[in-house]
C-alpha cells in the first residue's frame, strides 16, 4: 500500500494526496517510459535539448531516478519554459514520494515534534519528501521563475504532513511574497497541524497573505470540520470584504448554517450577496423566508435567480411552512414575476420576466423553482403557467407538483386546456398527447382528493359543475386516438367516474389497443368496486353475450363472490371462451369460488395458450396461500397441483405460482410432490383426467406441465 493511503489516525494529518487525487498523468508518454531506467547523465542532456518534447520525455523517466541524483534536474524541470515539462515534473515528484518508505516525522510519539525535514536521523539518509521539501523552499527563496514557484508549491502540497515542519518555520523566516507561497502550500498540505499557524497568519497586517490564509482554511474544512468552522463564523466579521466573503463561501461548501441577524447584513452587500443569499437557503430563521420574498419584488438578473434558488431550498427543508407563508404575505408583483420567470405567457402583468442565461445555473431548474414557488404563493395564473410546463419534457414532474400544490384552483386552466386538445383529428395530437396524459392524471388526482377531504360536497355547487365539467372531458378522452390519452382517461374513470359509465368502459374492454383494452379491464374493476349493486345486475346482463363474457368475468371477480350460475358460468368460459376471456375467467373463479375452482384451474394449467397457464398458476398460488394451515383434501389437492407445477420445467410458469403466494422451497412435501408428478402420465382428455397420484382433475390430452 502507498503512503498516501496509511492509516493515520484522526489527527496526524494526511500525506501526499490525501486530501485529493493527483491530477491524472497525461496518457502520451506509456507507462513503460516512465518505469524504464535511465542513465541520468542522458537524462541530464534530454532536459536540456531544444525540443519540448523531448524534455517532457525525460521529466517523466525522473520519477524512477535515485533521488539524490535527480533533485537537481527535477528543479531544472520544475522551472522549464514549457508547462508540459513542469507538469510531468510534478508528476515526477509524486511517484518519488509516493515510493519512499515511511519516514520518521510519520513514527514520531504523540506529543513530538517531527524531526525538520532537511535531514534524516543521525546515519540515515534522508527521504524523498524531506530532501524534496528542503530543496523547494530553498529555491522558493533563491528563485524568481514563476513557472518554478507555482510548481513548488504544488509539490510541497502534495507532500503532505512531512512538509508541515518545514513550512511553518519559513513562514517565520520569510519576507514578502515568499510567505504567500508558504501559506498557500500550507493549505494545500491538507495537515490539521497546518491550521494554528494559517490561524495566526490572519492577524497580520498584510492583505494578501490573510486572504491566502482564509482560503487555505476554507479548503480543510473536510479534514478539520469543527475546527475550520469556528475560524470561518469569527471572520464573517472580519475588516477585510473579501475574507468576509471567502469565509462566507467556506462555511457554505460545508453547509453549516449561520444565523440571521450575521446574515441579514450581509445581503445587503453587492460583493456578499451571491453568498449570503446561498447561506439563506441554509438558514434556521423564520426571519430568512420573509427577507427573500421581499427582496424578489425588486431584484434584477442575477440576484433574482439567486434569490429563487435560496428560497426554492427553504421551501424544501424544515422552513417550509414559513416559506409558504412569506410567499403567500408577499406583494402581488412577486407573484407575478415568478409566473413570469417560470415561462407564462406574456401579457400577465408585473415586472419583465429575468433571463435565466449567463447566470451559472441551468435555466431549467430555474424555471421549474419559479414556478414551484409560484404554485405555493397561489399566484394568478401560475395554474396557465403550469399547465403551459407540461408540454416540455423536462418541466412535466415540477408542473404536475404545482397543480397538485394549486388544488382545485388548478381545474379550470386544466379543462381549458383539454376542451382545446381533445378532438378526433389524429394531426391535432401530435406533440401534445404525453402533456394532454399527465394534464388527465394530474387533474383527476386532484378531484379524488378534494372528494377525500369533503371539498366537493353538496354546499359547494360550482366545485361540483367543475367536476362534472372533468368528468365530461375524461369521457370524451376515453374514445381518443392516442393510446396515451385514452389509457390515462379510463383509469381516471375507474377513480371518479360513476355507474353511467359502465358501458363506456365495457366497450373499451374490446378495443384494438391492446394496453387500452387492459386499462377498460382495471377501469371496470375499479368502477365494480365503487358501484357494487349495479355492477351485479350489469354482470348478469354481460354473461349472456359472447363479446361480453371477458367483462362479465372482470365484474364478478372484482365483486369477489359468486353466485352458483355465476360459477356454471365461469367454468364454461374456462374452457370455451376466446383467450382474453379464458384468462380473466380463470382468475375470477378463483377469487369468486375459492377450492371448489381447483378443477378448473387442473385443466387450465394445461391450457395451450401461455397467458391462461400463467393465470391459472398465479391463481393457484394465491388460492394455495389462502387456505388454512391444518391439513386437509383441499389443501393436498393445491399441494399436488403446485407440485406439478413445479416439475412443468417452466420458469414463468413457477414464477406466476410463486408471486401468486405458493411458498415454493426443496424440503417435503414439494420435493416428493415433485418426484410423483415428474413422470410423463398418458392420460385420456376430455374433464377430470386422473393424476398421476390418482387425484382428479390432472391435465388433458397427456400434456405434461
Partial sequence: MSRAFDDLGPFEGPRAGDAGSWPAEPESISPSARSTPMPIAAIAAALSADDAEERRQAAARLGRADVVEALPLLLRALGDPDWRVRKEATYACHRLIQAAPTSAPAQAAEGERPASPGAGAEGERPSAPQLLVAALLDALQKSEDVGLRNAAIEVLGYCGRDATPALVDALGALAGDERKLVVDALGRTRDPAALDPLYAALAEQDDNLRQSAIEAIAGMGLIARERVTDILYERLADRDRFVRLTALNGLNGLEAPVPWRVLS??????????????????????????????????????????????????????????????????????????????????????????????????????????????????????????????????????????????????????????????????????????????????????????????????????????????????????????????????????????????????????????????????????????????????????????DTHLAAAIVIEALGDAEPEEIAFLTSVASVGDVRARRAAVTAIAAAAGVSALDVLSLSLADEEREVRLAAARALGRLYASLPDRASDERTRARELLGLVRASGEPDLVAAAAQGGAPFRSDPPWGDAAERLSAPVAVDGGEGAASPSGTAGGPPSGKVL
Avoid: N
Avoid at 406583494?331 to 415561462?343: D, I
Avoid at 449567463?358 to 404563493?377: C, E, I, K, T, W
Avoid at 394549486?406 to 383529428?425: C, K
Fill in 265 to 546: 447584513s450581509l445581503i445587503d452587500d453587492p460583493i456578499l450577496r451571491p453568498a449570503a443569499l446561498v447561506a439563506a437557503a441554509l438558514a434556521e430563521s423564520p426571519e430568512a423566508p420573509r427577507a427573500l420574498c421581499g427582496a424578489l419584488a425588486t431584484a434584477r438578473g442575477g440576484a433574482f435567480a439567486q434569490l429563487v434558488r435560496a428560497l426554492a431550498r427553504l421551501a424544501e427543508g424544515p422552513l417550509a411552512p414559513h416559506a409558504v407563508d412569506a410567499l403567500r404575505a408577499a406583494p402581488p408583483e412577486v407573484g407575478a414575476r415568478l409566473v413570469q420567470a417560470a415561462g407564462a405567457a406574456p401579457g400577465s402583468g408585473g415586472a419583465e420576466p429575468p433571463s435565466w442565461r449567463g447566470l451559472g445555473a441551468d435555466p431549467v431548474s430555474g424555471r421549474a423553482q419559479a414556478l414551484l414557488l409560484a404554485a405555493m404563493a397561489r399566484a394568478p395564473g401560475a395554474a396557465d403557467a403550469a399547465v403551459q410546463a407540461m408540454i416540455e419534457p423536462a418541466l412535466v414532474e415540477t408542473a404536475q407538483r404545482a397543480l397538485g400544490l394549486l388544488g382545485a384552483e388548478a381545474l379550470p386552466s386544466v379543462l381549458s386546456y383539454l376542451e382545446r386538445h381533445i378532438d378526433p383529428d389524429p394531426d391535432l395530437w401530435e406533440g401534445v398527447d404525453d402533456a394532454t396524459a399527465a394534464l388527465l392524471d394530474g387533474a383527476v388526482a386532484i378531484a379524488e382528493q378534494g372528494a377525500r377531504e369533503g371539498a366537493l360536497s353538496g354546499e359547494q355547487p360550482a366545485v361540483e359543475a367543475t367536476l362534472a365539467e372533468l368528468l365530461g372531458a375524461v369521457r370524451r378522452s376515453v374514445r381518443s386516438p392516442s393510446t396515451l390519452v385514452a389509457t390515462s382517461a379510463l383509469y381516471g374513470l375507474a377513480k371518479i367516474g360513476a355507474a353511467v359509465d359502465f358501458p363506456l368502459v365495457v366497450s373499451q374492454t374490446r378495443a384494438i389497443s391492446l394496453p387500452v383494452a387492459r386499462a377498460a379491464e382495471s377501469a371496470l374493476a375499479g368502477l365494480t368496486e365503487r358501484y357494487p349493486e349495479t355492477a351485479r345486475e350489469l354482470a348478469r346482463g354481460l354473461a349472456l353475450a359472447e
